[in-house]
């Protein structure tokens, strides 16, 4: 089955702890993205990527890393998480021209950093 | 300032009742797609639009692509309460090599 895969879909943490969300597809595409989702804000664009090594920023990159080492794995990295980071956060690959088709979005993962 | 707005943010109705959502915006758009995103789960693909004017229906949804291609709407007739969701509208802003998202309608359909 084609599908986008995050882990955790839960986490609470505390302010300054690093963690990582992990982000795995198997639809071999190149495009993959990740978003945060804030009530009345919509869709964010965190980063982004076109391949392998190639990284972006997206809209609201502060406070984010993320690496692809792998064309399946895009993981979300935050250094030293805030609480304005406490959010619901998707990842998503892309299809078509740039990667700007079809979005194929993953579970979700809410994090809350108290 | 959001590119792409959309409204109603949320809209509340009986089963049986039809409805319209817009996303508009100043900017021209490539090409259009709208999604439904359930709770606990990512937003899904029900349609994209990518011709000025183009009309596409999915069942009782019906999806306007507007003239000049900064507008869109989805029409749902009879709704009905599996209909409730998130529906996100996203464009593809023509020359700016980017997908932006509206900021969502949150639609509630009542038994």
């Known amino acids: 089955e084609a599908q986008v895969t995050q882990n955790p879909r839960y986490l609470i943490t505390v302010t300054g702890k690093k963690l990582t969300v992990t982000c795995s597809q198997n639809?071999?595409?190149?495009?993959m993205s990740w978003y945060r989702q804030d009530p009345g804000l919509g869709l964010r664009q965190i980063y982004y990527?076109?391949?392998?090594?190639?990284?972006d920023k997206g809209d609201v990159p502060e406070g984010y890393k993320v690496s692809r080492k792998e064309k399946r794995n895009f993981p979300l990295i935050l250094e030293s998480p805030s609480p304005n980071q406490t959010s619901l956060y998707f990842c998503?690959?892309?299809?078509?021209?740039?990667?700007?088709?079809?979005?194929?979005f993953g579970p979700g993962t809410r994090l809350t950093v108290l | 300032t959001q590119l792409l707005e959309q409204s109603p943010q949320f809209l509340s109705i009986q089963e049986g009742e039809n409805l319209t959502v817009y996303c508009n915006s100043s900017?021209?758009?490539?090409?259009l797609q709208w999604y439904r995103q359930e709770p606990g789960e990512g937003p899904v693909l029900l349609v994209t639009?990518?011709?000025?004017?183009e009309v596409k229906k999915l069942k009782r949804l019906t999806f306007q692509f507007g003239d000049a291609r900064k507008d869109s709407s989805l029409h749902i007739t009879a709704a009905q309460p599996g209909d409730t969701g998130l529906y996100l509208c996203?464009?593809?802003?023509?020359?700016?090599?980017?997908?932006?998202f509206g900021q969502g309608t949150r639609l509630t359909i009542n038994p």
């Open positions: 998503a690959t892309g299809t078509g021209t740039g990667g700007w088709g079809e979005q194929f």
């Open positions: 639009v990518v011709t000025g004017g």
């Open positions: 990527s076109m391949n392998v090594e190639v990284t």
């Open positions: 639809m071999n595409h190149e495009y």
């Open positions: 900017s021209v758009f490539s090409s």
């Open positions: 996203a464009g593809v802003i023509q020359g700016a090599q980017k997908l932006v």
